[in-house]
């Protein structure tokens, strides 16, 4: 059963300080988003990508986030330095962009910045 | 650009009882429609999907949507719904061609009481 896979599940970290989540894709995906989950927003698109390239990032604060993906069974998104209003949860999801059209969402990584 | 409203953000039904859950999508462009559940403490899973043909679309746990395109509308019915069916529900749109970005309604939270 193949799932998308995130790292770490839960992070609490210190305003200023530096997070890194990890995404593992589905093995053959070439798509891959990044979204954030707060009460207030509901799901936004951060970023996303196709054959690692960046589509769009238009969702990210530019000034503190990042997203690569170094290979294709890793994609990554940065925030440095944190903020409290960061806290939220971050899901990836992976797709074909054909076929079928589904996106397949990660268990989500719960960050909490003090 | 599009948009999704889900006129809900509560909806509390007995159990063995019917359910709809409501949307409605605002786009300048065809769309795909598509239903996520979200489980507690869990990643997104798509329901259904709208891409094309039949406007009725049936999808897993016994879930199923009508496309309205007159009334830009995607409600979600179940005719009997069980406790295993509390969670939360989110319609989503996208771009017929080009685009792969879904946007997200803010979610319907389904309580089945016993």
């Known amino acids: 059963d193949a799932r998308v896979t995130q790292t770490p599940r839960h992070k609490v970290t210190e305003m200023g300080q530096e997070v890194t989540m990890r995404c593992q894709p589905i093995?053959?995906?070439?798509?891959v988003f990044w979204y954030r989950q707060t009460m207030m927003q509901g799901l936004e698109l951060l970023a996303y990508f196709r054959n690692r390239a960046p589509l769009d990032d238009s969702g990210m604060p530019k000034d503190r986030f990042s997203a690569e993906m170094p290979d294709a069974t890793l994609a990554t998104l940065k925030i440095q330095p944190s903020e409290p209003r960061d806290s939220a949860v971050y899901f990836c999801?992976?797709?074909?962009?054909?076929?079928?059209?589904?996106?397949?969402f990660g268990p989500g990584t719960r960050l909490t910045v003090l | 650009a599009q948009s999704v409203t889900q006129l809900d953000s509560q909806v509390p039904v007995f159990e063995e009882a019917p359910v709809e859950l409501r949307c409605n999508y605002s786009?300048?462009?065809?769309?795909?429609l598509f239903w996520y559940v979200q489980y507690p403490n869990q990643g997104l899973q798509l329901l259904l999907k709208?891409?094309?043909?039949?406007?009725l679309v049936k999808g897993i746990n016994g879930f199923e949507a009508e496309f309205n395109k007159s009334q830009t509308s995607f409600h979600l019915r179940k005719p009997s719904v069980h406790i295993s069916d509390t969670a939360e529900y989110f319609c989503?749109?996208?771009?017929?061609?080009?685009?792969?970005?879904?946007?997200f309604g803010k979610g319907t939270k389904l309580s089945v009481i016993p």
């Open positions: 093995l053959g995906h070439n798509t």
């Open positions: 989503a749109v996208r771009p017929g061609a080009g685009s792969y970005q879904l946007t």
């Open positions: 709208y891409l094309s043909g039949s406007t």
């Open positions: 786009s300048s462009v065809s769309v795909y």
């Open positions: 999801a992976s797709g074909l962009p054909t076929g079928t059209d589904t996106q397949y």
